[in-house]
C-alpha cells in the first residue's frame, strides 16, 4: 500500500478544505506590501498649483509602468511601477544645482542635462538609483529612479507633462 496515500487518507475530509481557505486567505492578507510611499513636499501655494496642474497631466504610464499613487496620497507626488519610479513636485533646491562644481562637470555623482526640452540635474544614489531634479523651471520636480530602470525612458516620458504645466523659470 502507498504510505502517502494512506497518510492522506488519514487527515479528515473536513479539515482538507479549510486549510486551503486559511491559506488563501493568509497569503491574500500577506504584510508584505509592494505600495511605495513618498514624502510629500510643502510647496508655496503659487508652487504647489503649479504641481496640482502637473499632477492632471501626468502620463498613465511610464517606462512601460502604470501609474499607482504612493501613500499618503498628494497631487504632489506619483508612482509608477515596483520598485517604484517616484515623482515628487514642490520640492526644495537641491544645493548642487548652485554648486560650481556640478555646473563644471567636475562632481561625478551629479550632473546636468536636458531631455526633450526639459533639463535636469541627475544624482546617483548610495542604493545604485538615480534622483533627478528639474532646472530652469517655476518648481522642482524631483524623480527617483531605482536601480535597473531605463532612466532615459522616464525623463523622456515626463517630459511633455512638465512642459505643459510647469513653466520656465526660476523657481522660488
Known amino acids: 500500500m502507498n504510505s502517502f496515500r494512506h497518510r492522506h487518507r488519514c487527515v479528515p475530509r473536513v479539515f482538507r478544505l479549510p486549510a486551503v481557505a486559511l491559506l488563501i486567505t493568509v497569503a491574500g492578507c500577506s504584510s ?8 510629500v ?27 499607482e499613487d504612493p501613500e499618503p496620497a498628494s497631487a504632489l507626488t506619483a508612482s509608477w511601477g ?16 548652485v554648486d560650481p562644481k556640478v555646473a563644471e562637470g567636475r562632481d561625478p ?7 526633450n526640452g526639459v533639463d535636469w540635474l541627475m544624482q546617483k544614489q548610495d542604493d545604485g538609483g ?8 517655476e518648481a522642482y520636480v524631483e524623480v527617483r529612479a531605482p536601480e535597473g ?3 532615459s525612458g522616464v525623463l ?9 504645466a510647469i513653466p520656465e ?3 522660488s
Open 82 to 97: 515596483s520598485p517604484a519610479i517616484i515623482l515628487r513636485c514642490g520640492v526644495p533646491q537641491p544645493p548642487e544645482m
Open 156 to 164: 523622456i516620458d515626463l517630459a511633455a507633462a512638465v512642459k505643459k
Open 41 to 67: 513636499p510643502s510647496p508655496d501655494a503659487k508652487v504647489a498649483e503649479l504641481c496640482r496642474n502637473l499632477d492632471k497631466v501626468l502620463p498613465a504610464k511610464v517606462n512601460g509602468e502604470r501609474r
Open 130 to 137: 538615480y534622483r533627478f531634479t528639474t532646472a530652469n523651471r
Open 169 to 171: 523659470g526660476i523657481a
Open 32 to 39: 508584505a506590501d509592494d505600495s511605495a510611499s513618498a514624502a
Open 149 to 151: 530602470v531605463d532612466s
Open 109 to 115: 555623482d551629479a550632473v546636468a542635462g536636458g531631455v
